[in-house]
């Protein structure tokens, strides 16, 4: 059965979708593994770090790796349907710890698989915008139904859901053209400004990530009840889903150095609002925003660096340096110092993505 190019990157988004299943529905998540273990979600935050460090010592090892055609992608799978399994049956921490590592590192390697193909999308920057608005897509569904399920219909079993969506994946057809295709003749670049995209990317994510950290401290600050945080985030999902197709769409008559840097400034007045309103209105505004651009702009970074390397092997680092600057987000935040450090992160990230942009415009011309 022959697949086009553009049937590979729509079966990616919904691959991507599924192995990172875990971090798109970390609310739901956190409280499924409070009830399994009977302790307070303070006290199990630390999960989700550790699955984050098993995403990007898989995205690592990929880059190394590079002969990902030995990989099968459906045994993958399978292992992460039995990982998460395994995990919904385990009683001790201890050993649920273990088994989510393994959940983070073969997640991982599924998510670079995906990147690898969305990659060499004809328009990566479309394909990246396709793929995230699905994965906004599928975590509103799954945001919406799985509290029915479990207050109507009696199931709390996240991960034997998540099993059984693995367990689908294996059905999709596998994209092996990244290794039966000869290297694709496209823009060279130079590594400095390759990892200076990749660092961007680094940097934009702890910008967000830091953020979204402080979203409901921010809110409880201005009043704003428990509840009626769920239904701001629950709309901000949709402009989510909304930044994400504006990217896909935008990419076939955008210009990159203008769409990033009005991108990145209007991240900035949605971070600069975030923190210094104290109208519920305005917050609620500013949180919109926020997430629009968000998933807006970061397809545009995957474009930008599956442009300079053709080859296909650093966009496998994109899992790395997201996950990574994910992970220091919380940690790195002084107090008194939020806003401003938020704003610094992004202009620093401005700062990095213009010259890999610069040089690959000025590689194209004739």
């Given at each position: 059965?022959?697949?086009s190019?553009?049937g590979?990157s729509?079966?990616?988004?919904?691959?991507?979708?599924v192995?990172s299943s875990?971090?798109l529905?970390?609310p739901?998540?956190?409280?499924?593994?409070?009830?399994?273990f009977?302790?307070?979600?303070?006290?199990?935050?630390?999960?989700?770090t550790?699955?984050?460090?098993?995403?990007?010592?898989a995205?690592?090892?990929?880059?190394f790796?590079?002969r990902?055609?030995?990989?099968?992608?459906?045994?993958?799978?399978?292992a992460?349907?039995?990982?998460?399994?395994?995990?919904?049956?385990c009683s001790?921490?201890?050993w649920?710890v273990v088994?989510?590592?393994?959940?983070?590192?073969?997640?991982?390697?599924?998510?670079?698989r995906?990147?690898?193909?969305?990659?060499?999308?004809?328009?990566?920057d479309?394909?990246?915008?396709?793929?995230?608005a699905?994965?906004?897509?599928y975590?509103?569904l799954?945001?919406l139904?799985?509290?029915q399920?479990?207050?109507?219909?009696g199931?709390d079993g996240?991960?034997?859901?998540?099993a059984?969506?693995?367990?689908l994946m294996?059905?999709?057809?596998?994209d092996?053209?990244?290794?039966?295709?000869?290297?694709?003749?496209?823009?060279?670049?130079g590594?400095?400004?390759?990892?200076?995209?990749l660092?961007?990317?680094?940097?934009i994510m702890l910008?967000?990530s830091?953020?979204w950290?402080?979203?409901?401290?921010?809110a409880?600050?201005?009043?704003?009840?428990?509840?009626?945080?769920g239904?701001?985030?629950?709309?901000?999902?949709?402009?989510?889903?909304?930044?994400?197709?504006?990217a896909?769409?935008?990419?076939?008559y955008?210009?990159?150095q203008?769409?990033?840097t009005?991108?990145?400034?209007?991240?900035?007045?949605?971070i600069?609002?975030?923190?210094s309103t104290?109208?519920?209105l305005?917050?609620?505004v500013?949180v919109?925003?926020f997430?629009f651009?968000?998933?807006?702009l970061?397809?545009?970074?995957?474009g930008?660096?599956?442009?300079?390397?053709?080859e296909?092997?650093?966009?496998?680092?994109?899992?790395?340096?997201?996950?990574?600057g994910?992970?220091l987000?919380?940690a790195?935040?002084?107090?008194?110092?939020?806003?401003?450090?938020?704003v610094?992160?992004?202009l620093?990230?401005?700062?990095?993505?213009?010259?890999?942009?610069y040089?690959n415009?000025?590689l194209?011309?004739?």
């Amino acid at each position: 059965m022959s697949t086009s190019r553009g049937g590979f990157s729509l079966y990616a988004g919904v691959k991507m979708s599924v192995a990172s299943s875990v971090f798109l529905l970390l609310p739901i998540y956190f409280d499924v593994i409070s009830r399994q273990f009977a302790e307070p979600v303070l006290t199990l935050t630390y999960v989700a770090t550790i699955e984050l460090i098993g995403f990007s010592l898989a995205s690592i090892c990929c880059f190394f790796w590079q002969r990902m055609n030995l990989i099968s992608e459906r045994g993958v799978f399978l292992a992460l349907a039995l990982v998460h399994f395994g995990s919904a049956l385990c009683s001790e921490v201890e050993w649920f710890v273990v088994l989510r590592f393994a959940a983070g590192f073969l997640a991982g390697i599924l998510i670079v698989r995906c990147f690898d193909t969305l990659s060499r999308d004809k328009l990566p920057d479309a394909a990246f915008g396709r793929a995230i608005a699905m994965q906004m897509l599928y975590s509103g569904l799954l945001f919406l139904l799985y509290p029915q399920l479990r207050l109507q219909g009696g199931f709390d079993g996240l991960l034997v859901l998540l099993a059984g969506f693995c367990m689908l994946m294996v059905l999709l057809p596998v994209d092996t053209r990244a290794q039966q295709m000869p290297v694709i003749q496209g823009v060279k670049t130079g590594k400095v400004f390759l990892y200076t995209a990749l660092f961007a990317i680094l940097m934009i994510m702890l910008a967000n990530s830091g953020a979204w950290s402080m979203l409901s401290v921010v809110a409880t600050r201005i009043g704003i009840s428990e509840i009626d945080q769920g239904v701001i985030l629950a709309i901000g999902t949709l402009f989510s889903l909304l930044g994400a197709v504006s990217a896909s769409l935008l990419a076939k008559y955008g210009n990159r150095q203008r769409v990033i840097t009005f991108g990145v400034l209007g991240q900035s007045i949605a971070i600069v609002l975030l923190f210094s309103t104290r109208d519920p209105l305005v917050y609620f505004v500013a949180v919109s925003c926020f997430m629009f651009m968000w998933n807006f702009l970061l397809p545009f970074f995957m474009g930008v660096i599956s442009e300079a390397d053709p080859e296909g092997h650093a966009i496998r680092l994109a899992v790395a340096a997201q996950s990574i600057g994910a992970a220091l987000a919380p940690a790195v935040l002084l107090k008194e110092w939020v806003l401003f450090e938020l704003v610094i992160f992004l202009l620093i990230t401005l700062l990095l993505i213009m010259p890999a942009i610069y040089n690959n415009s000025r590689l194209k011309q004739p």
